[in-house]
């Protein structure tokens, strides 16, 4: 790297998206072209660059999306019933500007985890923050947490996000603990942030997996009253593709 006063100065004051810059055009001979507003504008522009990729770097981190999923990669072409409006509109992410949820629900291996993600990834890009969860494992953590004294801290984590992904709802009947938990999770969040709920089940189906009718009657309200939904259905697109949509 070139040794100048002004490199120090803007490594000094954090500026090392300018830094970068400056380096690069002052060892670049046709850089003398540029006029001093244009110097200026792109070294601005290098900046902004270099933090919002850092950003964005430090929420996918923290969201621990299960795939790499992107909107730009989804597949419209597959038989499995998504509506390419409505996800297009889902993808914008108004929903989450307005607080509402998203239901996603169909048989294993149409993509329910894949499009979440995606529109994970959208959200962080969109200066969001997102936590991914699977819920069995979820509540396998509030368990343990009730014994070392993480539970209030775990669930205000889960109640802070803008946006809260609970995949695979419904693999197996909730437990009293389970059912409590789901339902504070839910009451910290409703009105207040977005959550997206994957599940192989229809919703008509849940009542029987919370088991406790209060309990169902509650959870769902605070779910579905206000949730956009994807109802997917087809063969699992596992058999066809490996690294991508599952």
């Not at 500026?15 to 001093?36: C, I, S, V």
């Not at 849940?206 to 994807?230: F, K, Q, S």
Request: proline share 4%.
């Amino acid at each position: 790297m070139l040794q100048h006063p002004t490199l120090d100065r803007l490594n000094a004051m954090g500026l090392a998206g300018m830094a970068r810059a400056f380096d690069e055009l002052a060892a670049n001979a046709e850089a003398e072209r540029l006029t001093h507003p244009e110097w200026l504008a792109l070294l601005l522009d290098r900046e902004w660059s270099f933090r919002h990729d850092r950003k964005l770097a430090a929420r996918l981190r923290f969201a621990k999306l299960r795939h790499q999923a992107t909107p730009e990669d989804v597949d419209y072409r597959s038989h499995r019933g998504l509506d390419r409006g409505l996800f297009l509109k889902l993808v914008a992410g108004d929903w989450i500007a307005a607080r509402d949820n998203l239901v996603i629900c169909g048989p294993t291996g149409v993509g329910k985890s894949w499009l979440a993600c995606a529109l994970g990834h959208k959200a962080c890009r969109d200066d969001r923050s997102v936590l991914y969860q699977r819920v069995p494992k979820l509540f396998a953590s509030l368990a343990l947490a009730r014994g070392d004294g993480r539970y209030a801290r775990i669930l205000a984590k889960l109640g802070s996000v803008q946006l809260l992904i609970l995949d695979d709802w419904g693999l197996e009947p909730l437990d009293a603990h389970a059912r409590y938990d789901l339902l504070e999770i839910l009451e910290e969040r409703y009105g207040r942030r977005s959550t997206i709920v994957t599940s192989q089940l229809p919703i008509a189906a849940w009542h029987e997996v919370i088991g406790d009718p209060t309990y169902a009657d509650a959870i769902l309200d605070r779910l579905v009253h206000n949730a956009h939904r994807l109802d997917l259905d087809g063969d699992s697109m596992r058999r066809v593709k490996s690294p991508s949509e599952a």
